[in-house]
């Protein structure tokens, strides 16, 4: 018997995180999505997305591997790492995700960067929970958004990611709100995702 509640979310930090970070990313992807968000560790590192030449690791093969590792209650899963991220395209990404898929992945390497002396705990914090949540709003079929304080806006810089707000647009929301109706009609409440 399964003691998840079907359908979660499940936050997967590899390596050690300390709850003030992750509960805060807990507490706002079950604000904005709606469904239970449980932490779970599914991968205990990611090695094996090493590119030694630049010294990063593609984002893209640890989607892939969190895809089929995630428990069959998990409807999304998000990994949480501290390793910098890339794409073959682009020197780095602060995360990637499977747009309309089930996977999805934030790092904190480069979210440090640029914070000024005044709380920077808090704008660190807050860096990581827009991140995430804009990440895990890609697996829900949202794409960039053209509105700069919205939560699904692209960010180039990390003082980009300070400039937007922590709330999807009234689009966005709109959009959200469709995809969560149609995954409820296409049968998941039936079945696991």
Do not use: W
């Amino acid at each position: 018997m399964n003691i998840y509640p079907e359908h979660s979310i499940v936050i997967s930090p590899i390596g050690n995180f300390d709850p003030e970070i992750t509960e805060p990313v807990q507490k706002e992807i079950n604000r904005i999505f709606g469904f239970p968000a449980l932490i779970i560790p599914i991968l205990e590192d990611v090695d094996f997305a090493l590119d030694s030449g630049r010294n990063q690791y593609h984002s893209t093969s640890i989607l892939k591997q969190l895809e089929k590792s995630a428990p069959s209650f998990a409807m999304k899963v998000i990994a949480i790492t501290k390793v910098d991220l890339f794409i073959p395209i682009l020197t780095h990404v602060y995360g990637e995700a499977q747009l309309g898929g089930k996977a999805c992945v934030v790092s904190t390497y480069r979210l440090k960067d640029q914070i000024s002396a005044a709380n920077p705990g808090v704008i660190f914090k807050q860096r990581i929970v827009k991140e995430a949540v804009h990440e895990l709003g890609h697996t829900f079929n949202l794409r960039h958004c053209k509105e700069h304080a919205c939560i699904m806006h692209y960010c180039r810089t990390e003082l980009d990611v300070d400039r937007k707000s922590d709330q999807l647009c009234r689009y966005c929301k709109i959009l959200l709100d469709d995809e969560i109706k149609r995954l409820r009609k296409s049968g998941m409440e039936k079945k696991p995702c």
